[in-house]
């Protein structure tokens, strides 16, 4: 089933608001085995909604439009799909029972204007809105189906998910399409590549790999059509083995896994704890350790040491070793990891030290330089990586990179069982 998604709104054109609702919508369609053919943005105006409605009609039997059907007078979607279908509008009374109840619920008077929320096109099919006062709107015709989405963008999530989908899936429209992200950290998309060239080459036609490479990791989409729903789930399942055991130390999950949820639950797996110690990711990487539910079990704390008398003075590290190779550095970086697991009694430690950019970096120090160190039972282990020009990004990948470590080390651990490991 081929789409267009045509996104309404002012603010959308003066890049006042990311389009989320666009790419989100895309996303989900795809999962379903809707073929987006065009994302097209327009503003609240009557003629270009009209106009993009039109035009999207021509090639596409499904149109989703998103924004635009608030109570506000800067909002054109319903008066546009009114003058498209030559109807008028007429009250839906379930639909103002839903938003009294809503208004009541929260204690605030119903305005004239919220009650003409509940006036829609006399074709439409109005699709409950939980969240929201405006409905969505489902039209058919000629075959097609025209759909209008509010776009507030949990509005817009729950009716996609739990009114439009379904019905698409309803009227039997889909074919079965299925696909599975395969995420991977430590090696850039390139040599990827080259690494899983001939499993990529001998794929069946049916189904399809995508990279879809973020800063500091690449993650691997594949894809399948088909009739028979369970065949397609056990083809793709096949082939995501296959790739696996090709490249076993560089996959870390699948579909919405993130690396610190993942290294979260290898931590909690194996009864260890962490702490932190940070220069140039200044407390990022103990935010993404943080953002997982539950990290209280295993995480500690961090000390931000950015400048060097913290280093010296909070984590112990040793003067002459700042003065004779410069924080960034392997030295520096081993005793940031060696003390904060002293001083957090923890069993892992990570630090990271580095020049993130945009200045600073001298022809032997490059911006992007930065030392990772993980100290644990064992030795400490310590890397070195040169990332690119972008402070953000290499703020990014650095967090990463230092989970990354945590997590191989937590892999080969956990597959050794604890036989083999005494703190
Ligand atoms: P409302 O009933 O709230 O007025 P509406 O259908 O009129 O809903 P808009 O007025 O177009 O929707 O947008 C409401 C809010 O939703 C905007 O403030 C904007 O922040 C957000 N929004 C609108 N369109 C998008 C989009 N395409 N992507 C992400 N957010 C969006
Ligand atoms: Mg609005």
Redesign the pocket.
Known sequence: MDCEII???D??LIG???????S?MASEFSASGIVVRRIT?VP?DTEDIINAIQSALEKNKLVVL???????K??M?KEALCIYFNVSLFLHQPTLDHIERLFGGRGIPVLQKNRD?ALIPENAIPLTNIH???PGLWFEQDGKIIVS?????Y??KALVTESVIPRLVESQQLATFFHRTILTQGMGESLLSERISRWEDNLPVNIKLAYLPQPGLVRLRISAHGTDRNLVIQEIDEQVSRLEELIPELVFGYDNDTLESVVGEMLVKSGRTLATAESCTGGYLAHLITSVPGSSRYYKGSIISYDNSIKEGLLGVNKDSLVKYGAVSDVVVKQMAESARKKFNSDYALATSGIAGPGGGTPDKPVGLVFVALAGPGETVISKYTFGEHRGRNIRRSSLAALNMLRLELYRLLSLGDKGING
């Open positions: 996104s309404i709104g603010e959308l006042q608001v990311t389009n989320t609702n666009a989100w943005t609240d998103s924004g635009g059907l608030g109570p506000t800067d909002d979607t929320q929201g006062t405006a989405l509010p776009g507030v963008p509005e817009l």
